[in-house]
């Protein structure tokens, strides 16, 4: 039996994505082989890698002026890669910070680089909301500036892409790329780690202008080096073909799904739904600015923090899996991206609703 997975990530992918999986898994593609065998230079991975690419550009209606890169070391490894390829070491690089990944990110751009220039910081609200649209102020000059659009742990999301003001704007977006239609153009580079919205753990996604590959900083290792693994199609070394072969899978299961239009409006109505409960009972509360609450990371905690073990107890007993919060903030956490039908959000409601006319 499946659970419903509000896992943050790693997290649920869609039932139908892994029953192919197991399908092909051990006879992929009639060769008798699985894709986790074969080598990824062969003609049948490079063809599932390029349809994945074709896929992934075709729903965000990348511009060709994009490269999209499938690299490893998560979004993490982006911390440092971001900065070693866009900003020589004397450049400032301007960094907003809304919370723990924000912080994460920019912990790291100091490893790299003196100037690190925090130009707005959501600590008087505690990291429950975003600066205020049209308040960011990039630094002219600056190699670029740095966001996360949707903070996991927090769940706080922009409800708006800030204006880089000619500086090119970074976007961590792993926790939400996917969800929703994008303006690519918008940005000068976008990242996620792939095990919310993407896949497997395992597999990075870069989408990044071209104008700002080929210019990275002495010394850079070549798989951190965007141009190398760019010439390269993502294969200077050996990619993780598993992952971007389920990658492949997820991506056309979206376009199955209507594309991100319908995707986005699915997500929408399920994020509605979990914050109405929330905010029509006496009992749970979300302490996010109503404007910038999370499509995909919907945080809440107990009118008494005694019955957390109980609720984690109850609701994983009725199929309702990894609610726990963030183990940097407790409480509870349902993250609902988009392999999470609206009826697992539905189940949760109902379950939420008995549970605290039981015991709230
Ligand atoms: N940024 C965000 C917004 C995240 O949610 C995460 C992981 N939860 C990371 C960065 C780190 O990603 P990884 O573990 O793939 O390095």
């Not at 065998?37 to 490079?46: T, V």
Request: proline content about 6%; charged content about 15%; overall charge neutral.
């Amino acid at each position: 039996m499946r659970v419903f997975n509000f896992a943050a990530g790693p997290a649920a992918l869609p039932t139908e994505v892994l029953e192919q999986v197991r399908a092909e898994l051990t006879d992929w593609q009639g060769l008798g082989a699985s894709v986790m065998e074969l080598s990824h230079r062969g003609k049948p991975f490079m063809a599932a890698a390029q349809e994945a690419e074709a896929t992934l550009r075709e729903l965000l209606a990348i511009p060709a002026a994009y490269k999209v890169l499938f690299l490893q070391g998560g979004a993490t490894a982006q911390f440092a890669a971001v900065a070693m390829n866009l900003a020589a070491a004397e450049r400032t690089v301007d960094y907003v910070n809304t919370g723990a990944w924000s912080k994460k990110a920019l912990t790291e751009a100091r490893r790299l680089t003196g100037r690190v220039n925090v130009v707005a910081d959501e600590a008087a609200s505690n990291y429950t909301t975003v600066p205020e649209q049209g308040s960011l102020r990039p630094t002219a000059g600056a190699a670029y500036l740095h966001y996360t659009p949707n903070e996991t742990i927090g769940g706080v999301e922009f409800p708006y892409v800030p204006d880089g003001a000619g500086v090119p704007l970074v976007a961590d977006m792993s926790s939400t790329l996917l969800s929703r239609p994008l303006e690519v153009a918008r940005f000068g580079l976008i990242y996620a780690g792939a095990q919310k919205n993407i896949g497997p753990a395992g597999l990075t996604v870069v989408i990044v202008h071209e104008a700002l590959i080929g210019h990275a900083r002495a010394g850079t290792p070549a798989v951190w080096d965007y141009k190398a693994m760019a010439d390269e199609g993502s294969m200077l070394n050996t990619p993780p073909v598993f992952a971007w072969y389920v990658a492949g899978l997820v991506f056309r299961w979206l376009k199955a799904q209507g594309g991100l239009a319908a995707v986005g409006a699915r997500n929408r109505a399920k994020a509605q739904l979990l914050y109405r409960t929330i905010d029509t009972s006496g009992f749970y509360s979300n302490p996010v600015a109503v404007s910038c609450r999370s499509w995909m990371n919907v945080p809440f905690t107990l009118a008494d923090p005694r019955l957390d073990p109980g609720f984690l107890a109850e609701s994983h007993a009725a199929g309702l899996a990894n609610l726990a919060g963030h183990r940097s903030v407790g409480g509870m956490r349902a993250s609902i991206y988009n392999a999470m039908p609206l009826a697992g959000v539905e189940t949760l409601v109902a379950f939420m609703k008995d549970f605290e006319r039981r015991r709230g």
